[in-house]
C-alpha cells in the first residue's frame, strides 16, 4: 500500500497544472514524516547492557600478565577499563558451535 501511495502522489505532482520542473522535483524529494513517539507510555522489554562476561581464565590473570599479552600481541590501550586480551577463542565467550567452525576452517588463535 505504502508503494501505491508512493505512485499516486508521484502521478498527481506530474499531473498537477503550471507546475514548473522544479516544484516537480521539490515534491518528490519531500521526506516522509515519521509519527511522533511517546517513549514514556511504551514498554520495553529489559535488556542485558553488558554483552561480554569475562571468563575466570581472563579474569584470574595479574597486571603483569595482562601487560605481557598485550605487548606480545603489541595491542595498544587508551583509557581505563579495557578488558584483557584473549590468547584462545575460548576465552573470547563463543559458542562451542562456532569455536569448532573455526577449528575446522584451521583458524586456531584470535592473533594467528
Do not use: W
Not at 535488556?47 to 562476561?53: E, G, M, Q
Not at 578488558?83 to 573455526?102: D, H, K, M, N, Y
Amino acid at each position: 500500500s505504502g508503494v501505491m501511495e508512493e505512485a499516486e502522489r508521484t502521478l498527481d505532482v506530474v499531473n498537477a497544472a503550471s507546475v514548473d520542473a522544479l516544484e516537480v522535483l521539490a515534491d518528490l524529494n519531500k521526506k516522509k514524516e515519521l509519527k511522533a513517539v511517546d517513549h514514556s507510555t511504551l514498554e520495553y522489554l529489559p535488556i542485558r547492557k553488558n554483552l561480554y562476561l569475562v571468563p575466570r581464565s581472563v579474569a584470574s590473570l595479574t597486571a603483569d600478565q595482562v601487560m605481557e599479552r598485550r605487548a606480545k600481541f603489541k595491542i595498544r590501550v587508551r583509557g581505563k577499563g579495557a578488558p584483557a586480551p584473549v590468547a584462545t577463542f575460548e576465552e573470547c565467550g563463543l559458542s562451542e558451535r562456532i569455536v569448532q567452525i573455526l577449528k575446522k576452517m584451521k583458524v586456531e588463535k584470535p592473533f594467528a
